[in-house]
Each structure stands twice: as structure tokens, then as C-alpha cells.
């Protein structure tokens, strides 16, 4: 079993973080043999990376936080708000703000917690061992 792969990276709260957050998750996960993640992680990672730029209207600070351990790939989306996600209900009259029903059905788990000043908003996606 290899050591856990971590990954840090500090982005602008702005509309071209999206793609430069897939592109750079993409580029981590090939690094790390790990390609296998990358349809669904990209998917999710990018409804989290809109939600900051979206709904952080103060916002100064957008950091993805990036781990592989084993058959576990965990990915937060660190903001400094500290206002919750919250999931739209399907039947309201609501434009946008499914994303987070999205990550609930594909993620094997997601959550939010606080984190100093803000919330980390995170999924998680697990590997069948082979």
C-alpha cells in the first residue's frame, strides 16, 4: 500500500477557477495513477468550485484540498463563508442550486463543516479493491 497522496491549492474566488480546478485535479489524479476518478471527481468538483464563486459574494479565499489514501479519493472545497450549504428542494421553483443533489447521488459520501472562518465542503469517492 502506497502513502497518502495530499494536495493544497490556493485558487481566485472568480469563474475561471472552474476550469483550472478540473484541469489541475485532472492533472494531480494522472500523476497519481488514479485516473479512474476523474469523470465523477471532476463532475463534483466543479458544483463545488461554482458554488464559491456563485454564492461567496465577500469571498477572498477558494482552497481545494486534495487526498488520495488507498482506495479513497476525499476532495474539499474550502471557502470563507460561513454560511451551510444547502440542498434545493427538486420541486421548488428554484433556478440552479441542484449541484449539490448531484454530488449527493454520485459521491459515496459528502459533507460540510466548519473551518476557521469559513466551511469546507467535501466529497468523497471509494474504490472497489481489484
Do not use: C
Amino acid at each position: 500500500m502506497r502513502a497518502p497522496l495530499t494536495a493544497i491549492i490556493d485558487l481566485p474566488p472568480e469563474h475561471r477557477s472552474v476550469p483550472t480546478a478540473r484541469r489541475l485535479l485532472s492533472e494531480l489524479l494522472g500523476s497519481w495513477a488514479a485516473d479512474h476518478y476523474g469523470d465523477d471527481a471532476n463532475l463534483l468538483l466543479s458544483e463545488l468550485v461554482t458554488n464559491v464563486v456563485r454564492h461567496v459574494t465577500s469571498g477572498t479565499k477558494l482552497v481545494l484540498e486534495i487526498h488520495l489514501t488507498g482506495l479513497l479519493l476525499r476532495v474539499a472545497v474550502v471557502d470563507d463563508s460561513p454560511a451551510q450549504p444547502r440542498v434545493a428542494d427538486r420541486a421548488g421553483e428554484e433556478v440552479g442550486g441542484h449541484g449539490l443533489q448531484l454530488v449527493a447521488s454520485i459521491a459515496d459520501r459528502w459533507g460540510s463543516e466548519r473551518h476557521a472562518d469559513g466551511k469546507r465542503v467535501w466529497f468523497e469517492l471509494a474504490r472497489a479493491a481489484s
